[in-house]
Each structure stands twice: as structure tokens, then as C-alpha cells.
């Protein structure tokens, strides 16, 4: 695939030649959505316990490689930004940190008893009055649907 003018590639460091800063690893851990302030006090009253154990989690992202076909490049404003050679995609960030975000909201939700709403498996929809066969669950969808459906009905049958 051919580079645009101005646009270089760079090598990638890898992760062991790479030791982040303490306020490179604070500053991604807020990006991540974790409370990098932890003091004992607070620990010990049971705020944010869990961002201190999942602290590691900012640093692991930080040194995170690459994934196949991306590589880091920089513009004629030598601004970086990552592309892949496979597809063609880009971005601004680097492609294993929303995977680091979601990471860390799904053991956060996890220990807050809250589901991880984007693991729902759905059931398939053929209309009103389905029923899932005999060992399928009935996704929310279906329920929120069937809810929906009964409203409109009562709106209809009213007079």
C-alpha cells in the first residue's frame, strides 16, 4: 500500500525496551476510567479499592504491542497516528486502547454486580407472540419488543 507525502512509518519499540513514566501510567489510568488517586484511607473505607487493583491494567495497555498489519506513523504535522496495512483503517489512538477501556469497565461493573450488557446474547425475533425454542434464552430485545408491542396493541384496542 503506497504512503501519502509527508506520512512516514515508524518502527515500533518493543514493549520491554518501554518503561512508561509513573505520570504517563496516572494520566492513561484516568483515560482508562480508573481513579489513579488511591490513598489507604480511602481504601480503607472501600471507595475506589478496586482501581488500585486494577492499576497494573494502565501499564500493561501502555506497553501493549500492536496488533497484526497496524503499524505507527506520523503526518507532515508529525502528529502520530496508527494505520493498517491489512485494511486500511487508522486511527488516532492505539488500537488496543479501547479494548484496555472496556477491560477495565467490564471487572469494574463485575465487582459492582452491574452485567456486561455488550455480552447479551439476543434471542432471534420472528414477531409477535414468539417463543424461544426449547434451550434459548429471551433476549432483551424480545422482552423490550413484546413490551412495546402490547403497548401499541393497548392503544389501538382502547377507545
Known amino acids: 500500500m503506497d504512503v501519502e507525502h509527508g506520512v512516514r512509518v515508524l518502527a515500533e519499540r518493543p514493549a520491554e525496551d ?7 501510567v496516572k494520566n492513561y489510568a484516568e483515560w ?22 486494577l492499576m497494573h491494567l494502565a501499564r500493561e495497555g501502555l506497553k501493549a504491542p500492536l496488533s497484526e498489519g497496524w503499524k505507527p506513523c506520523t503526518n507532515a504535522e508529525n502528529e502520530i ?58 433476549g432483551i430485545c ?5 413490551i412495546l408491542c402490547c403497548r401499541r396493541r393497548a392503544r389501538v384496542h382502547c377507545h
Request: glycine share 8%.
Open 142 to 146: 424480545d422482552f423490550l419488543r413484546r
Open 81 to 138: 497516528f496508527y494505520f493498517n496495512f491489512q485494511t486500511g483503517a487508522t486511527s488516532w489512538t492505539h488500537p488496543a486502547d479501547e479494548e484496555y477501556r472496556n477491560k477495565v469497565q467490564d471487572l469494574k461493573n463485575a465487582r459492582n454486580g452491574k452485567p456486561n450488557l455488550q455480552n447479551i446474547v439476543h434471542a432471534p425475533y420472528s414477531g409477535v407472540g414468539h417463543r424461544p425454542v426449547l434451550g434459548q434464552s429471551l
Open 18 to 24: 518501554f518503561e512508561p513514566t509513573e505520570e504517563e
Open 32 to 53: 482508562l476510567g480508573l481513579d489513579p488517586k488511591v490513598d489507604q484511607h480511602r481504601v480503607s473505607l472501600g471507595k475506589n479499592k478496586e482501581d488500585a487493583d
